[in-house]
């Protein structure tokens, strides 16, 4: 069973930049393909990236394409979500989840993730 902790949420003014980590345990990510979604306020949850069991990055959300990069560290089974050039609209709160290789390839659609994290905070504010 694969568990999900997010952590590097936190305040951060216009243009500033932050990491989100998604720590996995309980099995290697080898297996799973890891997707980052947001739901700011008043927001539906979008995706925002989605890398592959093969640790590909597989696609980002326009607006966020060319300021966010997706990775991972295999040896330490951690999926990360750089974020450079922060705007307002990328208030939220931030959730990793995954979703076995055998199910689907893709981080699509969200309610095809079986395993989902408890989200982190993200406040971008002057």
């Known amino acids: 069973q694969l568990q999900l902790v997010e952590s590097g949420g936190g305040k951060v003014q216009p243009g500033g930049s932050l990491r989100l980590s998604c720590a996995a345990s309980?099995?290697?990510?080898?297996?799973?393909?890891i997707g980052w979604f947001r739901q700011g306020p008043g927001k539906e949850r979008e995706g925002v990236s989605c890398i592959g069991s093969s640790g590909s990055p597989l696609n980002y959300a326009d607006s966020v394409k060319g300021r966010f990069t997706i990775s991972r560290d295999i040896a330490m089974n951690t999926v990360f979500l750089e974020m450079n050039s922060l705007k307002p609209e990328d208030t939220g709160v931030y959730y990793c989840?995954?979703?076995?290789?055998?199910?689907?390839?893709?981080?699509?659609?969200?309610?095809?993730?079986?395993?989902w994290g408890q989200g982190t905070l993200v406040t971008v504010s002057s």
């Open positions: 309980g099995s290697s990510l080898d297996y799973y393909n």
């Open positions: 989840a995954g979703v076995h290789l055998t199910v689907s390839t893709t981080c699509t659609p969200p309610d095809g993730m079986g395993y």
